[in-house]
């Protein structure tokens, strides 16, 4: 009987009928949903993303530049660079004030020919039949104009379509070419050869996008990326980090003001994941901050996303210095909290203001209608809540709607979180962030860690989470693990009013920190189990919490199930969303108060794995994705067989 049920599950449409012989084959577990009454309203920044710049997630990820070190601001100037020939590195009279370098090509005396190439971020990626827009600042160092050869090259050394780009005259100026590859090569190279003998030229911020962007926006995002992050439909993005919002040291910490304005004048910072781990250093990571601030306001907004900016709150990162040296004193924390403020009138300003102006002048005169400001990352100790204080005193005053949040610093328990949250229930944050790498059995235990949590105090912001397991692969497993423990934020939706898995994107070749949600290399995603929880809950977030129990409890692992269930009022639907992390089929019979007499037509998805450690990968990318079917159910109590390790969201129609 067992199987013919599994049998009929499996097909289409089905009749899905009560069984009264349950107790014959397995423990007949109720599960009650109370439609009558729905509960908390689910905040639209329920289910969120947070990006950092990791794993190579900006620069040779979601930022589409392919060139690596266009400015020659690299510590080593030419790194990324092969040069051949006469080629030398000079700042004086440059292009760009706050990237003076630039690199001289002469072709006087050697027989060799003078040139450059760039190999990208672990190759160039281009695709059969695309253009490929490429650009310079140049100038002559003669009168004589320069003729330089511009080159798509594949990794098997075959010139794909060059171009001629002739400088002319002593001032910069900015040269265009627009090349097309003839086939697909996710290691190609762009090459620029000095065409004839006698000439030199001087030329900086050496670029090459693909035409085809996010939106055909002209140095813009990796249009694949972004569709990933766009097809969760977030209500929320969090950036740009992170430690990298800290800095190793105060004067590394990120600056959202260095990151607005042309491109091109947007000094380089190195990026801390550089050398962080001594076992996955990457000495060619820097931020070339072309993904900047308004880069990302207007990602959340084309995304559908509550923008959450995190600003540095005087303090670098507490992991890497233990003591205060590296923070700035209290007494001199005005600039740092002038740039909060600022950032708020650069975000909604009039375009009368300073920053508005700015804001207009990038191409967005209307306002992104910022509404949260995170003032640090993972702080913890005194020193935090002493210098969060004033950032909060002064955006109070002068923009009382902006809603704050605080940290409760690394951890998820233990003495420094609670008082980091004595601290911020004090200071009247408006939301916590708490962050937790956890492996798969807190996960499980944790189901019902918010249940006892104030709806009175500051809400939860559960900024960065991830089930880590040993194979610290982004597992089918590890997926499961995050989908019950997610039933418990739904749950709580009175209290938690935030998430983001973390990290989000990690380039295959060059990442530092897994598992992550979203993998790619320089011409494919893969989107992991992870990613597809997120996005059935995203997706399917209702509007209100509807009260859902077994034997008048929660369901946080009794029987191994983990349950939640909303309603959306502006659809009707009822959703129920349950995860089986036993090893054994669970047949549940769900009781729905004040649902529809049936039949009723629902959507189930099923995700589930043969194995616990399947994961997605390049060579099958969607080994582990969920199955969509069409049922009908008999109407307010109805039973479900629940595959072993399995998550499934049912979304019941109205009549
Ligand atoms: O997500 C990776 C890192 O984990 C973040 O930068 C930091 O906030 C946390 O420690």
Same mark, same amino acid.
């Given at each position: 009987m067992k199987n013919t049920m599994m049998r009929i599950l499996r097909t289409g449409m089905v009749l899905l009928v009560w069984f009264p012989f349950l107790g014959a084959f397995g423990q007949e577990i109720t599960i009650d949903v109370d439609a009558r009454k729905p509960g908390a309203p689910i905040q639209p920044t329920m289910w969120g993303l947070f990006f950092e710049d990791i794993n190579f997630g900006a620069d040779g990820g979601l930022y589409a530049e392919l060139i690596k070190n266009r400015s020659f601001e690299f510590d080593n100037r030419l790194m990324g660079w092969e040069s051949f020939g006469e080629v030398s590195i000079h700042e004086d009279n440059p292009c760009f004030d706050r990237n003076p370098r630039y690199v001289r090509l002469s072709y006087t005396t050697e027989l060799n020919a003078t040139g450059l190439e760039n190999r990208g971020f672990s190759g160039i990626g281009l695709k059969a039949g695309e253009k490929y827009l490429f650009s310079l600042y140049g100038r002559t160092s003669g009168e004589a104009p320069v003729v330089l050869l511009v080159?798509?090259?594949?990794?098997?050394?075959?010139?794909?379509?060059?171009?001629?780009?002739t400088i002319t005259g002593q001032e910069w100026q900015k040269y265009e070419a627009e090349l097309t590859s003839p086939l697909t090569d996710a290691q190609a190279r762009l090459r620029i050869l000095v065409k004839a003998r006698g000439s030199s030229a001087?030329?900086?911020?050496?670029?090459? $996008?693909? /035409?085809?962007?996010?939106?055909?926006?002209?140095?813009?995002?990796?249009?694949?990326?972004?569709?990933?992050?766009?097809?969760?439909?977030?209500?929320?993005?969090?950036?740009?980090?992170?430690?990298?919002?800290?800095?190793t040291t105060i004067d590394t910490r990120y600056q959202w003001k260095n990151t607005v304005g042309p491109v091109e004048n947007r000094p380089l910072?190195?990026?801390?994941?550089?050398?962080?781990?001594?076992?996955?250093?990457?000495?060619?990571?820097?931020?070339?901050?072309?993904?900047?601030?308004?880069?990302? $306001?207007?990602?959340?907004?084309?995304?559908?996303?509550?923008?959450?900016?995190?600003?540095?709150?005087?303090?670098?990162?507490?992991?890497?210095?233990?003591?205060?040296?590296?923070?700035?004193?209290?007494?001199?924390?005005?600039?740092?909290i002038r740039d909060a403020l600022d950032l708020v009138e650069f975000a909604n300003g009039p375009v009368t203001s300073h920053w508005g102006k700015l804001r207009s002048d990038m191409g967005h005169p209307a306002p992104f209608n910022l509404k949260y400001i995170a003032i640090g990352n993972e702080q913890w100790g005194e020193l935090y809540p002493e210098r969060l204080g004033p950032f909060i005193d002064a955006l109070r005053a002068r923009y009382p709607d902006i809603r704050i949040v605080g940290s409760s610093g690394p951890y998820p328990d233990g003495k420094e979180f609670d008082y980091g949250w004595q601290e911020m229930r004090r200071l009247k944050a408006d939301l916590v962030d708490e962050h937790y790498y956890r492996p798969p059995e807190w996960f499980l235990a944790n189901a019902a860690r918010y249940d006892r949590y104030d709806p009175q105090g500051p809400k939860v912001f559960a900024g960065e989470y991830a089930c880590h397991t040993p194979s610290r692969k982004?597992?089918?497993?590890?997926?499961?693990?995050?989908?019950?423990?997610?039933?418990?934020?739904e749950?709580? /939706?009175?209290?938690?009013?935030?998430?983001?898995?973390?990290?989000?994107?990690a380039h295959y070749d060059n990442?530092?920190?897994?598992?992550?949600?979203?993998? $790619?290399?320089?011409?494919?995603?893969?989107? %992991?189990?992870?990613?597809y929880v997120q996005q059935l809950f995203s997706t399917r977030k209702g509007t209100h919490v509807l009260t859902t129990t077994s034997g008048e409890k929660p369901l946080t692992g009794q029987n191994g199930l983990y349950a939640s269930s909303v309603t959306d009022k502006k659809t009707g639907e009822i959703i129920l969303k349950i995860a089986n992390t036993s090893p054994e089929t669970r047949n549940v019979t769900y009781r729905i108060r004040g649902g529809e007499k049936g039949p009723l037509t629902a959507e189930r998805y099923l995700l589930t794995s043969p194995g616990k450690e399947d994961e997605n990968t390049l060579a099958e990318p969607l080994s582990v994705v969920p199955r969509k079917e069409?049922?009908?159910? %008999?109407?307010?109590?109805?039973?479900?067989?629940?595959?072993?390790?399995?998550?499934?969201? $049912?979304?019941?129609h109205p009549k």
């Open positions: 080159q798509l090259v594949s990794r098997s050394n075959v010139i794909l379509n060059a171009k001629e780009i001087d030329l900086d911020h050496i670029s090459l $996008f693909p /035409a085809k962007t996010w939106k055909n926006r002209p140095g813009g995002l990796r249009e694949d990326l972004v569709q990933a992050l766009a097809d969760i439909k977030p209500g929320l993005f969090r950036f740009p980090g992170g430690c990298i919002v800290e800095g910072n190195i990026n801390r994941w550089n050398y962080t781990f001594a076992h996955r250093r990457f000495p060619d990571y820097y931020q070339s901050l072309g993904l900047g601030f308004y880069e990302y $306001f207007l990602l959340s907004e084309e995304i559908g996303a509550e923008p959450l900016p995190v600003l540095n709150c005087g303090m670098s990162c507490q992991f890497e210095n233990n003591d205060d040296h590296q923070h700035c004193k209290v007494e001199n924390l005005e600039p740092y982004n597992s089918f497993e590890a997926a499961l693990c995050e989908a019950a423990f997610m039933t418990g934020l749950r709580n /939706a009175a209290v938690v009013h935030m998430t983001a898995y973390a990290p989000l994107f990442w530092q920190w897994r598992p992550d949600l979203i993998w $790619f290399d320089n011409l494919n995603v893969v989107k %992991t189990p992870s990613w069409e049922i009908t159910l %008999t109407g307010q109590e109805f039973t479900l067989s629940l595959e072993p390790a399995s998550f499934q969201v $049912f979304v019941i």
